[in-house]
C-alpha cells in the first residue's frame, strides 16, 4: 500500500508550474490587449497639418468670412460683428476651416485670407491623447488667433473704394474653389453692401437690378459651389436717420446676385 500511494502523490501537478503556466497566459493575453488597443487608438488618430491645423486629409467644413472695411463702424456695430465673428468659430465644427478675409479685391487680383485655420477639437481621448496638450492647442493655437485678428479687423479703416462683388468672387474662388463635394460651405459677409468701384456703384446707378442683365456683370461672376450666405448689413445712415442707399430694392439685388453665383442666401441681420 505504501508505494502506491507513492506513485499517486508523484502525479500531482506541480503547483509552482501550474501558477508559472498560468502567468504565460494572463501575459499573451495582455500582450494581445496592447496591441490591440495600439492598433484601435492609431486608427483614431487624424493626421494634423501643424501650420494649418487642419486634416491632411482637408476639412470636413469651410467657413469663409468677409468684412468690409471701407468705412468705419459705430461702437454697436463693431461690438455687433466682434460678436459674429466670435459666434462664427465657436461653431466650426472639429477639422472645420475658418477662413477670414477683408474686402479689397479687384476684378483679377486673388485674395488670399487674413487668417485661416482649422479647429482642431478641445477635448481629448485620454487612452492616446494629451488632454493638456489638446486644449492648449485649441485655446491658443486656434481661438486666440482669432480673437486677435478679429479685434484688429475691427480698428477704424477708410478705403475710397468698396470692391464688394470683386472681393466675394475672389473669396470663392480661394475658400472654396477647391472643396470636394459634400462638404458644407459657408459665407459670412459683413459689409454695408454699398458697391463703390469701377464696375459699378451704388451710389450713382440706383436701378441696382439692370447691372443684373449688364455685360459687367460677366466679370464678377463665379460658382460658389452652393455656399450658405449670411449678411450682417451695416447700416448707413443720412443726416435724417435715414438710410442713403440701402432698402428693399437694394437688398433683392444682392438675393439676386447671390443666386447667379450658385450661392444660398440663408439670413440678412441688419445692423
Known amino acids: 500500500m505504501g508505494p502506491s500511494r507513492s506513485r499517486r502523490r508523484g502525479r ?12 504565460s497566459i494572463g501575459a499573451a493575453i495582455l500582450l494581445v490587449g496592447y496591441f490591440t488597443l495600439h492598433w484601435w487608438a492609431k486608427g483614431q488618430r487624424v493626421a494634423i497639418d501643424e501650420a494649418t491645423l487642419c486634416p491632411v486629409s482637408g476639412p470636413s467644413a469651410v467657413t469663409a468670412v468677409l468684412v468690409d472695411r471701407s468705412d468705419p463702424l459705430n461702437s454697436q456695430q463693431a461690438r455687433r460683428v466682434r460678436q459674429v465673428l466670435d459666434r462664427v468659430v465657436a461653431e466650426a465644427p472639429v477639422g472645420g476651416r475658418v477662413a477670414l478675409y477683408v474686402a479689397e479685391a479687384d476684378a483679377f487680383t486673388a485674395l488670399a485670407p487674413v487668417l485661416a485655420l482649422c479647429n482642431p477639437g478641445s477635448e481629448a481621448n485620454p487612452l492616446y491623447q494629451n488632454p493638456k496638450k489638446i486644449r492648449a492647442r485649441y485655446e491658443e493655437g486656434f481661438k486666440a488667433r482669432f480673437e486677435a485678428v478679429g479685434k484688429a479687423l475691427l480698428e477704424p479703416a477708410q478705403r475710397k473704394t468698396s470692391p464688394i462683388m470683386e472681393s466675394i468672387k ?23 453692401l454699398i458697391q463703390h468701384s469701377p464696375i459699378t456703384s451704388h451710389y450713382r446707378d440706383r436701378n441696382f437690378e439692370s447691372f443684373l442683365r449688364d455685360s ?49 442666401p440663408k439670413s440678412l441681420e441688419a445692423v
Open 216 to 264: 459687367r456683370l460677366s466679370g464678377v461672376l463665379v460658382d460658389c459651389k452652393g455656399a450658405e450666405v449670411e449678411l450682417l448689413y451695416i447700416l448707413r445712415l443720412g443726416k435724417d436717420g435715414r438710410p442713403t442707399v440701402q432698402n428693399g430694392a437694394h437688398q433683392r439685388f444682392w438675393d439676386l446676385w447671390f443666386q447667379r453665383m450658385n450661392a444660398r
Open 12 to 23: 500531482r501537478p506541480d503547483r509552482s508550474t501550474l501558477w508559472a503556466v498560468l502567468a
Open 170 to 192: 475672389a473669396v470663392c474662388i480661394d475658400a472654396f474653389g477647391a472643396a470636394p463635394p459634400g462638404v458644407p460651405l459657408r459665407l459670412v459677409v459683413v459689409s454695408d
